[in-house]
């Protein structure tokens, strides 16, 4: 499997799933954008790393629930990369509470940062790839937009919201070879699940078959799979990497 003379484009891949997305598919021999929205400093460090290994990579700081910031991000990835071959729809935030407690602002937030981001980068970039008939796209949903969750309504909701979008749109694109994909992570261990306390993470624990958390790398290894020659016969698909926790 390899992936070299491609450019992918990775949102929110400062750190977490989608920084060891960034570093697999740089080991594969792909050039990297790297897209951050406050973490400058740990965008430039992956960044680094990707160039130690004898790829490009990029940094590009943009709010991706901002359409003007998300449009520009794709022309630079191209001006700067030559191509754009892959996109990683990765960014995502948690605002959680329960529903009676929810604020309008933590709905919107939430909802604009991980479901309206997609359909920006995914409208933005798809143009170029329908033109260059080939590309990938892959988006990173939850298993909880299938399962739901005590607290996290709007979360289920952006990450069920990606799952139909990227249905549709894998059945728009696939005349024009773009292959369009979801991961539907389980538990994995990042900033994001860190927040949990230690009786929410022993709980969560105990209903993963596998009986072990996940890491970023177990996500990034699909993604790299997703992104590569080998699955070109693959789209549409949710495929989930929660050590059996959703079977
Ligand atoms: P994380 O460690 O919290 O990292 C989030 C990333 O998203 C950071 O790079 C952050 O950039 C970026 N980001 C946030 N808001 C952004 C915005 N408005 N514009 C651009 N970038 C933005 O999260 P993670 O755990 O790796 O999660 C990555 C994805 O996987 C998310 O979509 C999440 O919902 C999904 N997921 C995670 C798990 C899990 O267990 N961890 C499970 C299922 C699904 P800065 O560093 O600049 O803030």
């Keep these: 499997?390899?992936?070299?003379?491609?450019?992918?484009?990775?949102?929110?891949?400062?750190?977490?799933?989608?920084?060891?997305?960034?570093?697999?598919?740089?080991?594969?021999?792909?050039?990297?954008?790297?897209?951050?929205?406050?973490?400058?400093?740990?965008?430039?460090e992956a960044?680094?790393?990707?160039?130690?290994?004898?790829?490009?990579?990029?940094?590009?700081?943009?709010?991706?629930?901002?359409?003007?910031e998300v449009e520009l991000m794709v022309e630079t990835t191209i001006k700067q990369l030559g191509s754009l071959d892959i996109l990683i729809n990765n960014a995502g935030i948690t605002r959680d509470s329960l529903l009676l407690r929810m604020k309008e602002d933590d709905w919107i937030k939430v909802l604009e940062t991980n479901l309206n981001s997609v359909f920006f980068t995914t409208k933005a970039a798809s143009k170029y790839m329908i033109r260059k008939r080939q590309g990938r796209i892959i988006n990173i949903s939850s298993i909880i937009g299938i399962a739901g969750n005590i607290g996290q309504a709007n979360y289920a909701?952006?990450?069920?919201?990606?799952?139909?979008?990227?249905?549709s749109v894998?059945?728009?694109?696939?005349?024009?070879?773009?292959?369009?994909?979801?991961?539907?992570?389980?538990?994995?261990?990042?900033?994001?699940?860190n927040a949990l306390n230690k009786q929410q993470?022993?709980?969560?624990?105990?209903?993963?078959?596998?009986?072990?958390?996940?890491?970023?790398?177990d996500v990034a290894?699909?993604?790299?799979?997703?992104?590569?020659?080998?699955?070109?016969?693959?789209?549409?698909?949710?495929?989930?990497?929660d050590g059996g926790m959703n079977m």
């Design 157 to 167: 909701a952006s990450k069920a919201g990606i799952i139909g979008f990227s249905k």
């Design 47 to 68: 960044a680094n790393e990707i160039k130690n290994i004898g790829r490009k990579a990029i940094v590009i700081q943009a709010d991706v629930s901002k359409q003007k």
């Design 221 to 241: 290894n699909l993604a790299a799979f997703l992104s590569s020659e080998e699955s070109s016969y693959l789209t549409g698909q949710v495929i989930f990497v």
């Design 1 to 44: 499997m390899n992936l070299i003379g491609k450019v992918a484009l990775i949102t929110g891949a400062s750190r977490g799933i989608g920084r060891a997305c960034a570093l697999k598919l740089a080991k594969l021999g792909a050039d990297i954008a790297i897209n951050c929205s406050k973490n400058k400093a740990l965008a430039e």
């Design 201 to 217: 993470k022993e709980i969560i624990l105990s209903s993963i078959p596998l009986k072990r958390y996940g890491k970023p790398e």
């Design 170 to 193: 894998a059945k728009e694109l696939a005349s024009r070879n773009v292959l369009v994909n979801v991961i539907a992570p389980g538990f994995i261990e990042t900033d994001m699940t």
